[in-house]
């Protein structure tokens, strides 16, 4: 079945949640990948610490140079976590990120896994 990696973008908020909004999206999230786990869809997914902990490395002149920040600084939506599924195919891929709790708050990239 093929593979595709789910990118989750949301804003960051300007404040640490309270302890009971983080149980309540950690639980969200928790059922979401139990509902991919049960139909065999889930292969891994992981949230990330807050853009500000990012690294970017690039060439320049040639030589890797790392700078502090995301690829996209001033987004309004920063990359927030991912999953990697198997779906039957684009549909049904698109279909599975629908139920993904990012969706009430940011945006999820589906993109099919090159196989080589």
Do not use: W
């Amino acid at each position: 079945m093929p593979k595709y990696f789910l990118a989750l973008y949301a804003p960051e908020p300007t404040s640490p949640p309270p302890a009971e909004m983080i149980k309540q999206i950690s639980d969200m999230f928790e059922a979401y990948t139990q509902s991919l786990r049960k139909i065999g869809a889930y292969v891994e997914g992981d949230g990330f610490q807050g853009s500000n902990t990012a690294q970017t490395v690039r060439a320049k002149d040639g030589k890797p140079t790392t700078a502090r920040g995301t690829a996209t600084p001033g987004a309004k939506e920063q990359l927030q976590g991912f999953y990697t599924i198997q779906a039957k195919d684009d549909k049904h891929a698109a279909e599975l990120a629908s139920g993904c709790p990012t969706v009430q708050l940011g945006t999820v990239e589906v993109r099919p896994i090159i196989v080589y």
